[in-house]
């Protein structure tokens, strides 16, 4: 969704005064306030007591947030019928998105890097009750993508490139935003849907992509999150084989038809093109103003026989229904916001997000954790190591995403503490001295590198929704300045702040790099938490890193950014041509692409190391019958922490399906993370239930022929380790069916 929508509902747009006030309602009388009756029994009592123009209101996100309200940009409705609730939708996959008095939690892709549902779920409850405390009870979130190329502005806003774990990640959240504490209740989403992987053009281009690639790869993430049954799917801006999303027959036939989605499709704001094709194809409700959905446009298309009366009372049931599943008619907000709805566990949660989110991606020499028990001559040499600006830029600019409006991010972070405030608290209060340099000057950043013990060097690369990035280096002469601490210093730490993958030019130079992505308000404790061993890194890269941006899987025009019919990738003057990207890779997508194509990443997918090690043995595979025919997949193996360091390692198991499937490269099965002391072994047993097999495909094609999932008889090749290069092979999964 746009940024710019972060006001929308009533509050952005001068609304008519309301009607005067009838006689209050006894609405414990109203039937569908009948907490008895089911959702759809209570859905169809109010519709049943609605006008035409009463349940068109529903099909708009303004005139069906706003009950009382009668006039939205100039098109007017009758006042909706008694007891329905006020609805304010809040843009926020990462947080809350308002000005002040939320936490600001680091961005979706350092949680996805921490590969815990668990802590998803948490961080899914926490923002809901935040939300529903600043009058916001409809998060426009999480989000899912598939990671297909880099430079993909909003990479830091999704939780990778990997449909089984950006799905789970996804459904975990929903489940945490719809159970949010006490006597609240909040709607989740699950967006944008679908091969929205650019902005580049994001309005203005045709996702070009094969059934299987769309099935496989990129709908398959929006298939297990609504698993969880979010209250909605929000239909993405661009094409996708040359229909647009919000207009196209997948919404009906695959989100609300395999998919199962229980609840409604919304459009993204100013994603609608059409009355009836759009209503027709699924589109459930118009984000925003009326536009496309006015009573007038309505009424011409019953006229003419282009919509149907049944399809606007289903668009209208599926609303109001998900609404009142969701708790929204029985625990209406309060009149007016709370000052500061976070709280000292929300806090404690974003700062565990942020240690557990982050990467350990090199450490030679025993470089890290530092001594928290020496006098340490510290220098942090960066603009973003500190709260004051330079330039521009300061710890601040990557607190959360890059967003234009409001304070150029899109969460307020007004409690941020920064990696300086932190780490010198710990250095001083052991006797060291730390030096602060921007790093605008090579000359002094090399002198104050010389002079330390240890030169930390923060290097950054902003980003976010409304445009792409250029390339994979780091921002601010970012590689420059790395290059000239590691030339003058002792030991030279990187701390990458950035929100997707970079190049590393520096990397055989330095001693240790820390990923710690956007990591939010408590990103200078959680930093030197992890720095001083307090905290042993335990992150695993949800994304692979390239060696470079001419490795990826989109490296030509064709594919990224896209070309038109003259072949250039610039529209030609004068026009309003559809820009053509061409998914010609398929399924080699992500770490797929990678293996296939024998291409050595920087970083493989799934990578991190710990201050420890760990050693993989004895996996065994078993198929287990559990009944009526089915079968669960039985996973153990043993892991021993073999270092003198306490530390959790996320173990991951991979799958390579029989020849006769046609995929290019293994693909992520499950994971279990794992805590251990030092030379601890323990045996994880992992069990995946036959439901859990045939929803989620873990062990399926997509055939295009039959149109359907398919599982391969065959011999399945399950892989285990602590990375895609996984060390342990189990060949004995032998399948039939």
């Known amino acids: 969704m746009a940024s710019a929508v972060a ?87 990462d947080g809350v998105r308002s000005p002040t008095g939320v936490t600001a939690f680091p961005a979706q892709i350092a949680l996805a890097s921490a590969w815990s549902s668990s802590l998803a779920q948490t961080k899914g409850t926490a923002q809901a009750d935040e939300a529903f405390d600043m009058r916001r009870n409809g998060v426009l979130g999480p989000g899912v993508s598939s990671s297909r190329t880099p430079l993909a502005g909003r990479t830091p806003e999704y939780l990778g490139e990997d449909a089984v774990l950006a799905g789970n990640l996804a459904g975990a959240m929903i489940k945490g935003i719809q159970n949010p504490t006490g006597d609240r209740a909040v709607m989740a989403e699950v967006k944008h849907y679908v091969a929205n992987e650019q902005e580049t053009d994001r309005q203005t281009s045709s996702s070009n992509v094969s059934e299987r690639a769309l099935r496989e790869i990129y709908e398959l993430p929006f298939e297990i999150a609504v698993d969880s049954q979010p209250a909605n799917v929000m239909c993405s801006y661009n094409q996708i084989n040359g229909t647009y999303a919000c207009e196209n027959d997948r919404l009906k036939d695959v989100v609300k038809g395999s998919m199962g989605l229980d609840g409604y499709v919304v459009s993204d704001f100013g994603a609608v093109h059409s009355t009836a094709k759009a209503l027709m194809s699924g589109l459930d409700q118009e984000l925003n103003r009326p536009r496309y959905f006015t009573p007038a446009l309505l009424d011409a298309a019953l006229a003419d026989g282009s919509i149907t009366q049944a399809r606007i009372d289903e668009a209208a049931t599926r609303v109001v229904t998900a609404y009142i599943k969701a708790g929204l008619f029985d625990h209406p907000m309060a009149d007016t916001a709370v000052a500061d709805a976070s709280t000292d566990t929300h806090k404690a949660l974003a700062r565990t ?37 330079t330039n521009g830029i300061s710890a601040k600019s990557v607190c959360a995403m890059a967003n234009p409006f409001g304070g150029g991010i899109t969460l307020s972070c007004e409690d941020l503490v920064s990696p300086e405030t932190s780490i010198r608290s710990v250095v001083e209060a ?59 210093a002792k030991k030279t730490v ?30 200078g404790p959680a930093l030197a938490n992890i720095l001083f061993g307090k905290v042993n890194p335990s992150g695993k890269l949800p994304m692979t890193f390239p060696a470079s941006l001419a490795d990826t899987p989109t490296n030509t025009s064709e594919q990224y950014p896209g070309i038109f019919s003259d072949g250039s990738t610039t529209r030609p003057a004068g026009t309003s041509e559809i820009r053509q990207v061409n998914y010609t890779e398929g399924l080699k997508v992500g770490y797929r692409w990678y293996a296939s194509q024998g291409i050595e990443p920087l970083f493989p997918f799934g990578y991190g190391l710990s201050y420890t090690s760990f050693r993989y043995s004895k996996l065994q595979v078993t198929p287990l019958y559990s009944g009526k025919g089915k079968r669960d997949l039985q996973l153990r193996f043993a892991v021993t922490n073999t270092g003198r360091t306490a530390g959790t390692e996320t173990a991951q198991a991979y799958v390579q399906l029989p020849a006769k499937a046609g995929e290019p490269a293994k693909r992520l099965l499950t994971w279990q993370k794992v805590s251990l002391k030092p030379g601890q072994t323990t045996t994880v047993q992992i069990r995946i239930s036959a439901k859990d097999l045939a929803e989620q495909h873990l062990l399926q094609y997509w055939d295009t022929k039959a149109e359907d999932w398919r599982t391969a008889t065959g011999v399945y090749k399950v892989t285990v380790g602590g990375s895609y290069d996984t060390t342990l092979t189990d060949y004995s999964l032998v399948w039939n069916n």
């Open 430 to 488: 052991n006797g060291g001295t730390l030096t602060w340099n921007p790093g605008a000057d090579l000359d002094s950043v090399k002198a104050d590198a010389a002079a330390a013990d240890v030169a930390i060097v923060f290097g950054y690369q902003r980003m976010g929704e409304f445009n792409d990035i250029a390339d994979l280096s780091l921002q601010g002469s970012g590689d420059t300045l790395v290059e000239a601490v590691a030339g003058a």
């Open 7 to 93: 006001l929308i509902g009533p509050t952005i747009v001068a609304l008519a005064p309301a009607a005067p006030a009838a006689a209050a309602v006894d609405c414990s009388t109203v039937a569908w306030m009948d907490t008895s009756k089911t959702a759809a029994q209570r859905a169809a009592a109010l519709l049943d007591a609605s006008t035409q123009y009463q349940k068109y209101r529903w099909l708009v996100e303004q005139p069906a947030n706003s009950p009382q309200e009668t006039t939205f940009s100039g098109v007017t409705y009758p006042v909706q019928v008694d007891c329905t609730p006020t609805v304010v939708y809040t843009d926020g996959p």
């Open 353 to 389: 997000i942020s240690e557990q989110g982050s990467v350990l991606l090199k450490n030679d020499r025993g470089t890290l954790p530092l001594s928290a028990k020496r006098a340490l001559k510290v220098a942090l040499i960066g603009p973003t190591a500190s709260s004051t600006v």
């Open 494 to 523: 990187v701390v990458l702040q950035t929100g997707s993958a970079v190049e590393m030019p520096w990397l055989k130079d330095v001693d240790s790099v820390l990923e710690t992505w956007y990591g939010g308000e408590q990103m």
